[in-house]
């Protein structure tokens, strides 16, 4: 949601500030993990009002009480769903990414193995480790070249999202190194690919890495490739509108395969998210999207396999739909721990968290129940949707925005910030994500063979 969420687009319709504004859900803010269940529920808004708009378009009426003319008469149970999954198949259809092929295929496809630099995942961080592979990362900006531990956690550093999305260094001997053009932080003016994000060969550049002079006073594109993928015709608003309805479409599927416990869908859904771990340099989900994907693949046994495909959730309150994934509770557990350490100030003793670990009984039967109600509950809260007045406000949302023509391809119209966005997925330099999953593997091929040495 960050990518597209951008404060200065609050006046322009359709944009997610807009209606964050105008349907007044001030709760919600560019940091997801500050307000998860608000943004949960405005996405989930977002995405239903843009669906019913789309499916006012396909089916040629102006209003969600009005008939369609090809609706069938005295439809039986069977009749309806064949209808629903034919306006559902269309809308699906028009907000689907364009996907690169050949990208694609560069990453899967056969052939000798691809040399990448030398890393070493055990040793990171400033923490030397001792963190795991939990939170959010970020990559010192010299690479390779990093004097330190080259990847290191969010938390441990004090950095945000913001940060990793521009040079950041874990110290001054690193400053001499950047992400950016020729690797090297020199003083320079910079000069941006007109692509933006989707630049095949990083964004930004050094005006004299790049033989100029002065700034262009027209569009500048680093290479042919890049000029050749950006289409000056396109209609942004449209592919803003597609790809915000596609992401807020594609979190509803995620979330429900977790509440009904779908071992099959989350493992498909794990399989596209993992172009994501690699473009947002999310290197701890990555490496565990492979080692799931591998072991359900046939690493491991088949009983092993269904264990890790099928036993993923948990449900900690009872009733229908009320799974949530195992990391996802470690993780409230694991927050909650740190807070109640961080709030005694340093009194407590190894001693006493060892006993503290070890509650039962009625005393940890009740902390149960206070889990299960404070945080479990405000979690997995219950949908807004059954309420009179979302539904009110998703009619007010078809009203207010049907005349925007926010699906249609009418011209070169655009938001701020978002002039040129394609709604597609491209794979940043394909050929390296093919030689990480490869190391990933020779890693797993290696402990297997250690195991089976032993006695």
């Known amino acids: ?39 949960t529920d405005f996405l989930d808004f977002y995405t239903e009002g843009m669906v019913c708009l789309l499916a006012l378009k396909f089916l040629n009426i102006k209003s969600l009480d009005e008939i369609p003319n090809d609706h069938p008469k005295d439809p039986n149970r069977e009749m309806k769903k064949t209808y629903i999954d034919k306006i559902a198949s269309d809308v699906v259809l028009h907000i689907w990414p364009h996907v690169s092929k050949d990208d694609i295929s560069e990453v899967i496809g056969d052939g000798d193995d691809v040399t990448v630099e030398d890393e070493d995942e055990e040793d990171y961080c400033i923490c030397n480790g001792e963190g795991g592979l939990n939170g959010n990362w970020i990559e010192c900006s010299a690479g390779t070249n990093c004097s330190g531990k080259h990847w290191y956690h969010f938390e441990c550093m004090g950095v945000d999202e913001q940060d990793a999305k521009q040079d950041w260094w874990c110290d001054d001997n690193c400053k001499q190194w950047s992400i950016f053009c020729c690797k090297r932080n020199v003083e320079d003016t910079w000069i941006g690919c007109e692509n933006g994000a989707m630049c095949q060969n990083g964004e930004w550049f050094h005006l004299q890495c790049r033989g100029l002079t002065e700034l262009p006073d027209e569009a500048w ?11 000056p015709n396109v209609d942004s608003i449209n592919e803003y509108s597609s790809a915000v309805t596609w992401r807020g479409l594609y979190h509803m ?17 794990w399989k596209i998210n993992m172009l994501d771990f690699w473009k947002q340099n999310h290197n701890k989900y990555l490496i565990l999207g492979h080692r799931l994907i591998s072991c359900a693949s046939g690493f491991v046994t088949k009983r092993v396999a269904a264990d890790m495909i099928w036993n993923s959730t948990a449900n900690m309150v009872g009733g229908k739909g009320h799974n949530l994934a195992l990391d996802l509770i470690n993780e409230f557990l694991n927050n909650e721990f740190k807070k109640n350490l961080k709030n005694s100030h340093g009194q407590y003793t190894d001693l006493q968290i060892a006993r503290c670990s070890q509650i039962v009984g009625n005393v940890g039967k009740d902390l149960d129940k206070i889990f299960a109600a404070d945080i479990i509950d405000k979690f997995a809260n219950t949908s807004k949707t059954s309420k009179g007045s979302y539904k009110k406000d998703i009619d007010k949302f078809v009203k207010e925005y049907k005349a925007d023509h926010l699906f249609d391809k009418v011209g070169q119209r655009y938001h701020t910030g978002f002039k040129g966005l394609r709604h597609e997925i491209l794979i940043k330099k394909p050929t390296k994500l093919k030689a990480r999953l490869q190391k990933y593997s020779h890693i797993l091929d290696t402990h297997r063979r250690i195991c089976e040495t032993q006695p």
Do not use: W
Request: charge should be negative.
């Open 1 to 39: 949601m960050s990518d597209y969420f951008y404060a200065p687009n609050i006046d322009e319709r359709g944009t997610l500030f807009n209606v964050k504004s105008l349907f007044g859900h001030r709760q919600v803010k560019k940091n997801v993990m500050d307000c998860v269940n608000h943004v």
């Open 221 to 231: 594109y680093c290479c042919a490739e890049c000029e050749q993928v950006h289409d």
């Open 253 to 269: 599927v995620n979330k429900d395969c977790e509440r009904e416990n779908d071992g099959d869908g989350m493992l498909s859904n």
